[in-house]
């Protein structure tokens, strides 16, 4: 059973910074891509930022590149979101992503934290 330790979040003025963290465990062959998405309220879900385990990709949404950085351990199962230079529109409910592919493709899902955005 996967299981998601997500931690950071909260609330922060703009052009503040945070952080997410979150670890996955509960599984350990295939590969992975493992990440963030975020949903604000009347949104669809965003694709936010992610490291790929296939490639050693990092991917990031055009409305966070040069803001957000992402990072991993050597283990690849642990993620960490550096977010710089917030804006109102990154308020959000951040959902932390998994998806395992051995080779089917599964996708696991975090209890989601929430970032405010807010002076």
């Known amino acids: 059973e996967v299981q998601f330790v997500e931690s950071g979040g909260g609330l922060v003025q703009p052009g503040g910074s945070l952080r997410l963290s979150c670890t996955a465990s509960g599984f350990n062959f295939g590969d992975w891509r493992i990440g963030w998405f975020r949903q604000a309220p009347g949104n669809e879900c965003e694709r936010v930022s992610d490291f790929d385990t296939r490639d050693g990709g990092a991917y990031y949404a055009d409305s966070v590149k040069g803001r957000f950085t992402i990072s991993t351990n050597s283990a690849k199962n642990t993620v960490t979101l550096r977010m710089n230079n917030l804006k109102p529109g990154d308020t959000a409910v951040y959902y932390c992503?998994?998806?395992?592919?051995?080779?089917?493709?599964?996708?696991?899902w975090g209890q989601g934290t929430q970032v405010t955005v807010s002076s």
């Open positions: 992503n998994l998806e395992h592919r051995s080779p089917d493709i599964v996708n696991y």
